[in-house]
């Protein structure tokens, strides 16, 4: 009898430990979703594969930076479907840790369905939120879904502006000048522009009187000696016979093809532009002609003089 006991006993503790063994869960298969949401409040989560009626599914809602729950008391689901089906039964509809159970309703639905819910609320602005899935067949997964400027990285940079003018042969002598013909100078001139400005540049020319202390107001060569002055073209173009000085202006190079020059300015003593640029440029070229042309009765001296200066403005 106590032999018999004895086999008993240990057929009932290999039976209980058989029991115990069949009770432990397969692990969960991981799947992979993903989740939408077009106004933070509307979520649709693509569920690659195929669940059963009456499936149950969890899913738990945190911030994905510090992993803490979004409180679904306070902002619960108010519905759920599964494909095509009917609406699903909320189980619990949301909880303090993030939590809410979705229950499927019956219709057994086809691989790839998507579960879509709503929100009471729309979830804040400018964060992201992971959305941990499961359910009772076993299925796993998470995708983290982002909104407004969260997860994003700002690169910010500032690219200085530049101006450059330089200027070729900056002395210019026109010789003897004579009433029957237009004197050109034989060295031109020369004023390039480069700039990174968007809308381009602006080249301007002034006639500074060239008379220390100032003979008159107006443009052209001055004499002190003649008290008299040779004065800017009014049309901008010199004539034969005629006292005036001028320029012509020729585009010699412009890499970007979008400068522009004025072939005959008017000089004032103000200012008047030759040149200008439509967009950034590694070098618009201007090349100046200085010419002059005098009358017969141009009184004789040997100081006519003026400066010519050129100023570069960009339009940043």
Sequence with gaps: MKNFLSRFAAIAATTAMLASYATIPAYAAGVVTTVASGNQQNFTIDLPTNLSAGVVMTLRITTTADGLPVDLAANPITSATLGAGAVETLTNSGDVNGRAVITESGNDE?????????????????????????????????????????????????????????????????????????????????????????????????????????????????????????????????????????IVVTKTADPQTNGSVTANPTLTTTGVAIAAGTGPTTGVQATVDVQAAISAITPAASDYTTSLTFTATANF
């Excluded at 709503?118 to 796993?140: K, V």
Aim: glycine share 8%; proline share 4%.
């Design 110 to 246: 086809a691989a790839g369905a998507d579960l879509v819910f709503a929100l009471t609320n729309p979830l804040a602005d400018n964060l992201a939120y992971t959305i941990a899935y499961s359910d009772s067949e076993g299925n796993i997964s998470a995708a983290m879904i982002n909104f407004g400027t969260a997860n994003v990285v700002t690169v910010t940079a500032i690219v200085e502006p530049t101006l450059t003018l330089t200027l070729a042969n900056p002395a210019v002598s026109l010789g003897i000048l004579s009433p029957a013909a237009v004197t050109s100078s034989t060295i031109d001139p020369t004023a390039t522009v480069a700039t990174n400005a968007l809308t381009g540049f602006t080249l301007t020319a002034t006639d500074d009187d060239g008379v220390v202390g100032g003979l008159n107001a107006s443009a052209g060569l001055d004499s002190n000696n003649a008290s008299t002055t040779i004065a800017a073209a009014t049309d901008g173009a010199v004539s034969s016979g005629v006292a005036e000085f001028g």
